[in-house]
C-alpha cells in the first residue's frame, strides 16, 4: 500500500456535465449531484460546507469524481421517483435499458446517531430490459483535491483514507483499485441489479457492507421518508408538480442537526462563464433562510420553520454590539460566525471560470434588510404555526429597537455589492417591515413594546422612501437615494405591503422596470454599467427577481401578463425543474446550483398566482 497524491484525472476520462444537467440526492447533512452521464460531480462530506470529497463540476482533471454508466448508452434520460428526493437516471442503447437509481438514506431518532454519522450514499444499478455492460470508476480526491490519499482492501470493502477523512466504499461486483482509484467493469441481464455503497468511516462508524437486500430495505424507507414529508402540504393549485419539486429542493437545503437552510449545497459555480463572480453559497443567509421559511410556512410545512426558529433562537440573538449590527448576513450551518474568504488556486473552476472561492467575505457587510426578512418571518410563524415565547418577543424587541437606532446608515445592500456602501432603497423598505411586523404582533398578541418610538420610526423610514427613493427623472422608484438606477428589487415593495400594488406610482415602476430590466419574462437585478458593483463582467438574469415580477403582475392584477410570465419562467427550469441563481443570454443556467432563493420566489409566485386566478 503506498500513499498516492491526488493526480490529474485521464484527460480522456473528463467528468464535467454543464450546471442544468443535474439533479440533487441528499440526507438532509449534506448533497451530492449527480450529473445527466451518471457521474457524480460534487459531494462534500460529512456537511455542507465540508471540503469536496468529488468536485470535477469545478475541475474535471483534478475535482474527482464517481463515474457510473451503461458502457455503450446512446443517451441517458433523468427523473425523479415520484414525490421523493430519490434520483434515477436511466440509459438507453441497443442492447437493452438500464437504470442507475441513487440515494442517500434520512436517518435520525433514536439509535440512529451512528448511521446519520456514516452518510451513506447508495447507487444501486438495474437493467430493465435486455444485457447491458455496465462501469465504475470511483476517484476521490479530498479536500477540494488537495489532500493525498491511500487505498487499501479490507476483504469486500475498500477504504480510501486521507488525513481528515475515510471513506469506505462496498459493492455486490468485483472492485479492482487503479492508483488512487476503483473500478468494476460488469455485465447485468434484464432483472439482475448491482449496488455500490460509499460511507463516511472512522470513530464508532465501521466499515459495513451493503447487500442487495439492504439497499432494497433502505430504498424503500428513503421512499416512505419523503412521500410522509411531502403529504404535509396543502398546495392543490395548478402547478402541483412543479411547487411540490421546489419544496422537496427546499428540504434538501436544510441541515437537520441545527435547522440551518443553506442558500445553495454549491460553491464557485459561475454567475458568468470566464467571469470573478464565483462565490461559496454553502451557508446560512438570514435572508435566504427566512424566505424560505416563509414560502414552506405558505404550503404547509410548519417543522423546517420551528427548526430555523431554535436556529435564529440559539445562534443568532441580538446584543454583542458588533458595527454591523446584532447579526451577521450569514453564519455557518453550525451558527458559526467566522466564514474567513479563501481562492484555491490548483482548480481550474467550471469550464475554466476562475477563482474557486470558499468562505465568503461577504459575512463582515452590513444589509440591513434581513432584519426585516427574519421579523417578517417570525411574524408569519407565529400566526400560521405556533407562538412564538417570551424569550424570542425579548430578541425581537431588541432586533427593533436596533432597527429604529439605525435604519438610514447605508449599507451594502441586498446584492451584496463589493463597490462601496450606499442609501439603497431595499434596505429601507426591509426595515420599515421589520418594524411593521413587529407592530402588528405585539398588538395581535398584546406584547410589551414601545410602540409609540416603534410608530415613530416606521412612520419615518416610510416619509423617507416616498421621498428620497423616487425619481422625478425616471418616474420610478430607484435603487438608491439621489439615483436614476432601477433595481429589480424595489419589486418587493408591494409584496411587502409597503405600497398598494395599484397605486399610480408604483404601476409607473413596474412599467420602468419592463422596460428596462425585463427580456421575455426574465428580469435582470441591475445594470452593473450603470451601477457599478465593484466586480469585472456582466451577469445573467436573476431568477428570483423573475418570480418576484410575475407576482407583482399579479398584485396588479395584470393576471394575463403574469400567467405568461410564469409559464415563461418554467421552461427555464432543468430536466428536473430545477434552477440556478441565473439564466444566461441563451437559457443556460449559471451560478450555483441549485438555488433556494429561486425556489422559495417559485413557491411564492405560483400560490399567489393561483389565488388570484381563482
Known sequence: MAETPSPQLPPHEPCHVPIADHGLIGDLRTVALVGTDGTIDWYCCPAFDSPSVFAAVLDAERGGCFELAAVEAARTKQFYFPDTNVLITRFFSEDGVGEVQDFMPVTGGAGAAGEAERHRLIRRVVCVRGTLAFRARVAPRFNYGADPHTVRTEGLVVLFESPSLSLSLTATVPLEAEGPDVRADFKLIEGESAVFALDQVGGHVVPRRCARAEADEQFAATVAYWRRWLAQSRYRGRWREMVHRSALTLKLLTYAPTGAIVAAPTTSLPERLGGERNWDYRYVWVR????????????????????????????????????????????????????????????????????????????????????????????????????????????????????????????????????????FLYSRLMCWVAVERAIRLANRRGLPADLPRWRQGRDAIYRRVMDRGWSAKRQAFVQYEGGDVLDAAVLMMPLAKFIAPTDPKWLATLDALTEDLVSDSLVYRYDPRTSPDGLRGDEGTFSICSFWYVEALTRAGRLDEARLAFEKMLTYGNHLGLYAEEIGRTGEQQGNFPQAFTHLSLISAAYNLDRALG
Open 288 to 423: 435566504d433562510a427566512a424566505f424560505a421559511v416563509y414560502a414552506l410556512l405558505r404550503l404547509g410545512f410548519s417543522g423546517e420553520a420551528a427548526a430555523f426558529m431554535r436556529f435564529v433562537t440559539r445562534h443568532i440573538s441580538p446584543g454583542d454590539g458588533r458595527a454591523t449590527g446584532p447579526l451577521q448576513i450569514m453564519y455557518g450551518i453550525d451558527g458559526r460566525t467566522e466564514l474567513p474568504e479563501r481562492e484555491l488556486g490548483h482548480l481550474a473552476g467550471h469550464l475554466d471560470s476562475a477563482p474557486v472561492r470558499v468562505g465568503n467575505a461577504a459575512a463582515d457587510q452590513l444589509q440591513l434588510d434581513i432584519y426585516g426578512a427574519l421579523i417578517d418571518s417570525i411574524y408569519l410563524y407565529d400566526k400560521w404555526a405556533e407562538p412564538i415565547s417570551s424569550a424570542q418577543w425579548d430578541d425581537v424587541c431588541g432586533l427593533v429597537d436596533w432597527v429604529c437606532e439605525n435604519w438610514d446608515q447605508p449599507d451594502e445592500g441586498v446584492w451584496e455589492t463589493r463597490g462601496g456602501r450606499k442609501d
